[in-house]
């Protein structure tokens, strides 16, 4: 068997090496878990795999591509999923004990659309619990670390996603997007990251957190893959009322037109945030000038209201995940204390027992906003918030087709550098505000910064519904940067291995 | 407890109740949020899905037609329909609960601010001593020529929501949690589509509170929206209830009554509940705000849990949903598909068919038997709606009640009651025939007319035949024949009922009165 460098493959690569009979599905999963094996032990992407699942899924492509059928658009491509999202099969954990056990009994939408459009399962992907974190370090089964740097956080909450695709582990995955899960772990392992717009991917089946800003989305190594992706799971969904109807634009198709005439603007007051790194400041005004080379008009915008994201969606984003996590009560699934004495103390202990501190800390967040006599001061405040947010940038998409601002104030951090929840919080203080108006977004690298030889990434933002610009811009980026990022881990691996 | 202990405490303090009535929506097929099918019982948990078990991830999309017939609802007792409407959810813990929070609504009902007219008659007058009693003092609330009133209740809103699964204690006495060993949940119920209407306080007297919720169950059956059975749960009401003295505009503390589980229990237990209220006050005491239970064996509320620990429900606006924006367009559209509501179909049977309103009011307000009832004028014929709704009434529902049966389980159709009426009228027959008849046919389902033929029972009108066996009576009674013509014409009976055991009961009594009164007076 030769192993495939599935680091030196795109999605499509893999699908069109399959169809053209250089390699077979098989072999493909094959070389995933060959990588898995290779490297998964320290970078500890995935709580569980799922090669029984997987090599059914390859069986069935090679089978088709025998009997000389049209192979669907993902046929053999490697995909991990994020462990919030349910598939037949195998267990669902959100990272968490109290569901440490808990077997799908259904499929989520978004995983099956995945599914048919002939990818594999490879596993299920670690993430903070629950969703609530920016580093995976809230995972109740240990953190996944970066690839680029083992002592370093891969960002989260789908740290694991994000990990598994720039490992070469897989060739995309699916996370899920509430406040900058995707796009933020994008960032800092320099895949491509896209959080669709609200609406654009049926929720059903992805473990709720904030119910009015989850949006799942995939991960790849380039924006044509993520294309792909985006394109097999998008669509209204009969089992997610929030879903939208508007239809399903070929994405892909979109990609190769370059940024001639697209209107760009820098936002430039949430670029002069604080915390943001001298170095990612610069690469995002460079990014501007690579716009501009392409013949896009550059221009400033501001965001004036998009200061009070963090505030809004810390009382927000909370307050529906009090309520969306009542549900593991241990009354009908998941962890329960054996011996309590009544139902309240099995409720109590089960919890107590069965979630994790931040878990807590966002239930208790949440629970206090909706309660009596503070919903006016904290949730009715932070729905106003959201109502400017979605008003600036509206007028913002009046003047411009794309918005640009880093993904991320800073690079990876280092494992415990971030203590304490406010500074944690911070490093989403960029892709928050988009999933409180509900628009799109991705996470483009933008280059390794010089002092810790990290990924950047670059965040492009654009309207409701507008997948095919964003994409378009991205790709058009993408293509003038020639940042092709492989972390030196896979570099020794595959150097070793000799591999292509 | 006796009636007039309630009528002695009303006599000193007003009672303030208002009803909470949770109507489960049966005419959809499917539950409020997911495909899974609406019906009553089953084995536990078999009508389930990962949405109304509330598993991780699932997500609840809205019935379209419970939210149409809510709207139906609404527009049928007056209410405002919102243009602009919105789910909420009511978040508390309960084992019963998937979600461990209930979708429902909050400040953006569907339907707000309706009305409903309930007559109360003569009985039920005595527990209002503010109308003195009778209907001189009633004012403009008066009806009535049967002496009851009219009074108008306030509909504060009808709102949508999802039912909730069932509790089974395991060891305890009669299922109740106290002294139970284990509890067990069925989920078939949960998601169940649920109507809660909230009426506004307006009710002053038990006898109202009964009134109001018949009148209400005759509304929804009228437009199918629920088969309202109070046995199986699909009409649940409960009363909040207070009381003050009279000539107070403050409003007393009030208790909650849970369990009443039939009309009668309605009444029994706020009456129960305003004299204990009662007796509280008048032994210096104070009323806890709780929620109690009625126990209708043992005729007593008790305690359920005190809300003086209120509950905070944190109700938020649902994210899973978009709210609802309605074009009246469509609200009038609705309004266009409102059957015949109780009321009008009364006033019609009073005009049309000129039934006593007390007649027109009963076959009106139960929708199976105002089915029945028009099924059989139809064949009938109008003229004869009156003995149609006698037979109705009377027989027909004594043999229901005897059986314990409703009327569509009965072997008595339309046609078949429209039948015998017609041996009746057309002198076919005799009343007490008939009566014999209808036993019958009830029993076998067998036509009437058939029965008629195979008893031999086809009654005698020949006004030659029954003059013949008239002269015989009379020339065998001589004493009483002299009686009568002396002035004791109240033996008119005795012999009627002598011609009609000679004719073994066949003969028509009508023209066997006639031919009598003319031969003696002759
Ligand atoms: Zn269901």
């Given at each position: 068997m030769s192993t495939i460098d599935l680091s030196a493959l795109t999605a499509r690569e893999v699908r069109r090496g399959i169809a053209s009979g250089d390699f077979s599905a098989r072999e493909v999963a094959e070389s995933a878990y060959a990588r898995i094996e290779a490297l998964d032990g320290e970078v500890h992407a995935f709580l569980q795999l799922t090669p029984e699942l997987a090599f059914a899924a390859a069986d069935r492509v090679d089978r088709a591509r025998a009997a000389g059928e049209e192979l669907p658009p993902l046929a053999g491509v490697p995909a991990g999923i994020k462990d919030n999202m349910n598939l037949i099969g195998t267990r669902t954990t959100c990272a968490s004990r109290i569901l440490g056990n808990y077997e799908s009994v259904y499929d989520c939408t978004a995983v099956s659309r995945l599914l048919e459009a002939g990818a594999l399962p490879i596993g299920k992907c670690n993430m903070d619990e629950f969703a609530f974190g920016s580093s995976t370090e809230n995972s109740a089964y240990g953190p996944t670390r970066n690839p680029w740097d083992l002592e370093r956080v891969p960002g989260g909450s789908s740290g694991g996603s994000a990990a598994c695709v720039a490992a070469g582990m897989a060739s995309i995955s699916l996370g899920s997007d509430t406040g900058g899960s995707i796009r933020q772990p994008g960032a800092l392992t320099g895949t491509v990251g896209l959080k669709p717009t609200y609406g654009r991917v049926s929720r059903y089946g992805v473990v709720a957190f904030g119910s009015s800003l989850d949006q799942?989305?995939?991960?790849?190594?380039?924006?044509?893959?993520?294309?792909?992706?985006?394109?097999?799971?998008?669509?209204?969904?009969?089992?997610?009322?929030?879903?939208?109807?508007?239809?399903?634009?070929?994405?892909?198709?979109?990609?190769?037109?370059?940024?001639?005439?697209?209107?760009?603007?820098?936002?430039?007051?949430?670029?002069?945030?604080?915390?943001?790194?001298?170095?990612?400041?610069?690469?995002?005004?460079?990014?501007?000038?690579?716009?501009?080379?392409?013949?896009?008009?550059?221009?400033?915008?501001?965001?004036?209201?998009?200061?009070?994201?963090?505030?809004?969606?810390?009382?927000?984003?909370?307050?529906?995940?009090?309520?969306?996590?009542?549900?593991?009560?241990?009354?009908?699934?998941?962890?329960?204390?054996?011996?309590?004495?009544?139902?309240?103390?099995?409720?109590?202990?089960?919890?107590?027992?069965?979630?994790?501190?931040?878990?807590?800390?966002?239930?208790?967040?949440?629970?206090?906003?909706?309660?009596?006599?503070?919903?006016?001061a904290y949730y009715g405040q932070a729905q106003k918030a959201r109502t400017r947010i979605i008003q600036d940038f509206r007028a913002a998409f009046e003047r411009f087709d794309v918005l640009l601002t880093p993904s991320t104030p800073e690079v990876a951090f280092r494992f415990g550098e971030k203590s304490d929840p406010y500074?944690?919080?911070?490093?989403?203080?960029?892709?928050?505000?988009?999933?409180?108006?509900?628009?799109?977004?991705?996470?483009?690298?933008?280059?390794?910064?010089?002092?810790?030889?990290?990924?950047?990434?670059?965040?492009?933002?654009?309207?409701?519904?507008?997948?095919?610009?964003?994409?378009?811009?991205?790709?058009?980026?993408?293509?003038?940067?020639?940042?092709?990022?492989?972390?030196?881990?896979?570099?020794?691996?595959?150097?070793?291995e000799g591999g292509e | 407890m006796a009636k007039d202990r309630l009528a002695e405490v009303l006599e000193r303090y007003e009672a303030v109740i208002g009803l909470e009535i949770h109507t489960e929506i049966t005419a959809t097929n499917t539950k409020m949020f997911c495909g899974c099918p609406v019906a009553f019982g089953g084995e536990p948990n078999t009508r389930v899905c990962p949405v109304c078990l509330g598993l991780p991830g699932a997500l609840p999309v809205p019935n379209q037609a419970a939210i149409e017939w809510t709207v139906?609802?609404?527009?049928?007792?007056?209410?405002?329909?919102?243009?602009?409407?919105?789910?909420?959810?009511?978040?508390?813990?309960?084992?019963?609960?998937?979600?461990?929070?209930?979708?429902?609504?909050?400040?953006?009902?569907?339907?707000?601010?309706?009305?409903?007219?309930?007559?109360?008659?003569?009985?039920?007058?005595?527990?209002?001593?503010?109308?003195?009693?009778?209907?001189?003092?009633?004012?403009?609330?008066?009806?009535?020529?049967?002496?009851?009133?009219?009074?108008?209740?306030?509909i504060t809103r009808i709102h949508l929501e999802e039912d909730t699964g069932k509790m089974v204690h395991v060891g305890g006495s009669e299922g109740r949690i106290a002294g139970a060993t284990h509890s067990l949940v069925d989920f078939n119920r949960a998601g169940t589509p649920l109507m809660e209407l909230v009426s506004e306080p307006d009710i002053r007297t038990p006898e109202e509170a009964r009134r109001f919720a018949q009148k209400l169950r005759s509304i929804w059956l009228a437009l199918g929206v629920s088969d309202?059975?109070?046995?199986?749960?699909?009409?649940?009401?409960?009363?909040?209830?207070?009381?003050?003295?009279?000539?107070?505009?403050?409003?007393?503390?009030?208790?909650?009554?849970?369990?009443?589980?039939?009309?009668?229990?309605?009444?029994?237990?706020?009456?129960?509940?305003?004299?204990?209220?009662?007796?509280?006050?008048?032994?210096?005491?104070?009323?806890?705000?709780?929620?109690?239970?009625?126990?209708?064996?043992?005729?007593?509320?008790?305690?359920?849990?005190?809300?003086?620990?209120?509950?905070?429900?944190?109700y938020f606006p649902e994210p899973d949903m978009v709210p609802f924006s309605f074009d009246p367009e469509w609200i009038d559209s609705l309004a266009e598909r409102l059957?015949?509501?109780?009321?009008?179909?009364?006033?019609?049977?009073?005009?049309?068919?000129?039934?006593?309103?007390?007649?027109?009011?009963?076959?009106?307000?139960?929708?199976?038997?105002?089915?029945?009832?028009?099924?059989?004028?139809?064949?009938?014929?109008?003229?004869?709606?009156?003995?149609?709704?006698?037979?109705?009434?009377?027989?027909?529902?004594?043999?229901?009640?005897?059986?314990?049966?409703?009327?569509?389980?009965?072997?008595?159709?339309?046609?078949?009651?429209?039948?015998?009426?017609?041996?009746v009228e057309d002198g076919m027959i005799s009343g007490k025939q008939a009566k014999e008849v209808f036993g019958d046919m009830a029993a076998s389902g067998d036509a009437p007319?058939?029965?008629?033929?195979?008893?031999?029972?086809?009654?005698?009108?020949?006004?030659?035949?029954?003059?013949?066996?008239?002269?015989?009576?009379?020339?065998?009674?001589?004493?009483?024949?002299?009686?009568?013509?002396?002035?004791?014409?109240?033996?008119?009976?005795?012999?009627?009922?002598?011609?009609?055991?000679?004719?073994?009961?066949?003969?028509?009594?009508?023209?066997?009165?006639?031919?009598?009164?003319?031969?003696?007076?002759?």
């Open positions: 799942i989305g995939p991960f790849g190594k380039t924006v044509d893959d993520v294309a792909l992706a985006l394109e097999a799971i998008s669509g209204a969904d009969v089992m997610d009322a929030t879903s939208s109807v508007e239809p399903v634009d070929p994405y892909s198709e979109a990609l190769g037109r370059g940024a001639q005439g697209l209107r760009v603007g820098i936002v430039s007051d949430m670029l002069a945030m604080e915390g943001c790194g001298e170095e990612i400041r610069r690469v995002v005004n460079s990014s501007a000038e690579t716009f501009a080379a392409l013949g896009a008009e550059v221009g400033e915008v501001e965001l004036p209201s998009a200061q009070h994201g963090l505030a809004a969606y810390y009382i927000i984003g909370p307050a529906e995940a009090s309520s969306n996590l009542a549900r593991f009560d241990g009354i009908r699934y998941g962890r329960r204390v054996p011996d309590a004495d009544d139902v309240l103390d099995l409720y109590m202990r089960s919890r107590a027992e069965g979630f994790g501190p931040e878990t807590i800390r966002r239930i208790m967040l949440g629970t206090y906003a909706l309660s009596a006599g503070y919903y006016d500074t944690m919080y911070l490093n989403d203080y960029y892709t928050i505000p988009v999933n409180l108006a509900g628009n799109c977004a991705v996470s483009v690298p933008s280059g390794l910064c010089t002092t810790a030889g990290m990924p950047m990434g670059l965040q492009i933002i654009g309207d409701y519904f507008a997948e095919s610009t964003l994409l378009r811009a991205a790709a058009a980026f993408e293509e003038a940067t020639h940042f092709e990022p492989v972390p030196p881990l896979v570099r020794a691996l595959t150097g070793t | 139906l609802a609404g527009l049928a007792t007056d209410c405002d329909i919102a243009l602009w409407s919105q789910f909420h959810r009511k978040q508390y813990f309960y084992p019963d609960m998937p979600k461990d929070y209930q979708i429902s609504q909050y400040d953006l009902p569907f339907c707000s601010g309706g009305l409903l007219e309930v007559e109360v008659d003569g009985d039920g007058v005595a527990q209002r001593v503010d109308l003195g009693g009778g209907v001189a003092a009633v004012g403009p609330e008066a009806v009535a020529d049967d002496g009851g009133y009219r009074t108008t209740i306030g309202c059975s109070m046995e199986e749960g699909s009409m649940r009401v409960d009363g909040n209830v207070s009381i003050r003295r009279r000539g107070e505009s403050e409003l007393g503390t009030k208790s909650e009554v849970k369990n009443m589980n039939s009309f009668k229990s309605l009444h029994d237990a706020l009456a129960y509940e305003i004299v204990r209220q009662a007796d509280l006050l008048d032994a210096g005491d104070r009323v806890v705000q709780e929620t109690r239970h009625w126990d209708a064996g043992a005729k007593r509320t008790s305690a359920l849990r005190s809300k003086e620990e209120a509950h905070d429900y944190r059957p015949e509501l109780p009321d009008a179909r009364r006033a019609r049977y009073m005009t049309e068919l000129s039934l006593r309103k007390h007649d027109a009011g009963l076959l009106s307000a139960d929708f199976a038997q105002a089915c029945f009832f028009e099924e059989a004028v139809a064949i009938a014929g109008a003229a004869r709606a009156k003995p149609v709704a006698n037979w109705m009434l009377g027989d027909l529902a004594a043999l229901l009640n005897a059986e314990g049966i409703e009327l569509p389980e009965s072997r008595v159709s339309p046609a078949m009651l429209a039948e015998l009426v017609g041996l007319g058939a029965i008629v033929e195979a008893r031999g029972m086809r009654q005698v009108s020949d006004t030659e035949a029954i003059e013949s066996v008239v002269r015989g009576v009379l020339e065998a009674n001589p004493v009483e024949v002299a009686s009568y013509r002396a002035g004791k014409t109240g033996l008119i009976g005795f012999f009627v009922g002598a011609v009609m055991r000679e004719m073994r009961g066949q003969g028509n009594p009508k023209v066997i009165n006639e031919v009598l009164t003319r031969m003696l007076s002759g």
